[in-house]
C-alpha cells in the first residue's frame, strides 16, 4: 500500500528554523514534490528530490533518503509570510499527497 | 507562472444536476490532473490524464468523470451532484522533465470552490 505522514501543525518564531519532517511507505518511488500552500490559494512548487541529499534554495532546503522512506523541508530565517501549509508529495507517476503540515510564524 | 487557468472559479449548485469543470493550459504538456481538497484529507487525486483520449482513475473518482479531447483542456464532470462533492478542485499540468534528475515539476491552476446544495 501506499502511505504519506507529516506533523499536523508547527509553531515557530520569526527569524528561527524549523523541519518539517515527511515519512513515506510505496511500492514505487521515483522522486518527492515539496509544496508551499497559503490559506485560500493553490499550491506552489518549492522543491523536488530525485537523489539522496539535500538540496538547498535560498532559505528553503530539502532532504531526502529513499532507503529510509524519509524526507523534510528545512525553513531558515522565518518571516511572517512563511506561515501556510506545506506539503509533500511522493512520485509514484502520479502524486500522492500528504495532509500538509501547518506553520505558524509568531513575531 | 505556468499557464494554466480553471473555469469557472466559483459555483453554487444543487443536488443532482450535472457540473462540468475545466482546466486549460498553455503549456503543452502532456500530464493533466483533477484533485479536490477538503480539510484533514490533504489534496485527493480524482481523475489524471496522460495524453489526448486517454484518462485513469485516482483514489476518489467514485461520481466524477473527465473527458480530454484536446491536449489543453482536462474536463472535470459531476454527472449528478451531491452535498459530499463540495470541495475545493485543483487542477494541475506536470512537465516529467528528463528521468532521474530533479527536474520534473507540477505546477497547480488556481482552483474551483464548489457547493453543492
Known amino acids: 500500500g501506499q502511505n504519506i505522514d507529516q506533523p499536523t501543525e508547527m509553531t515557530a518564531t520569526e527569524g528561527a528554523i524549523v523541519q518539517i519532517n515527511c515519512t513515506y511507505q510505496t511500492s514505487g518511488f521515483n522522486g518527492l514534490f515539496w509544496y508551499q500552500q497559503h490559506a485560500g490559494e493553490a499550491p506552489t512548487f518549492l522543491s523536488y528530490n530525485v537523489l539522496d541529499g539535500l538540496e538547498e534554495k535560498g532559505r528553503f532546503s530539502s532532504f531526502l533518503s529513499r532507503s529510509k522512506g524519509y524526507s523534510y523541508l528545512l525553513l531558515k530565517e522565518l518571516q511572517m509570510k512563511d506561515s501556510a501549509s506545506y506539503l509533500c508529495a511522493f512520485n509514484d507517476y502520479k502524486l500522492s499527497f500528504g495532509a500538509g503540515t501547518t506553520v505558524t510564524v509568531r513575531a | 507562472d505556468a499557464g494554466i487557468t480553471q473555469s469557472p472559479r466559483h459555483k453554487v449548485t444543487e443536488t443532482g444536476t450535472p457540473v462540468t469543470l475545466r482546466c486549460h493550459q498553455t503549456?503543452?504538456?502532456?500530464?493533466m490532473y483533477w484533485y479536490r481538497q477538503d480539510p484533514g484529507h490533504g489534496l485527493r487525486l480524482i481523475h489524471y490524464s496522460y495524453g489526448v483520449k486517454d484518462t485513469d482513475k485516482g483514489e476518489v473518482s467514485d461520481g466524477y468523470s473527465v473527458s480530454r479531447s484536446k491536449t489543453e483542456d482536462f474536463l472535470l464532470t459531476l454527472e449528478s451532484a451531491t452535498s459530499s462533492q463540495t470541495s475545493v478542485y485543483f487542477c494541475?499540468?506536470?512537465?516529467?522533465?528528463?528521468?532521474?534528475?530533479?527536474?520534473?515539476?507540477?505546477?497547480f491552476g488556481p482552483g474551483t470552490r464548489l457547493t453543492v446544495l
Open positions: 503549456e503543452n504538456h502532456r500530464y
Open positions: 494541475a499540468i506536470r512537465n516529467p522533465g528528463t528521468s532521474g534528475t530533479s527536474t520534473d515539476t507540477q505546477y
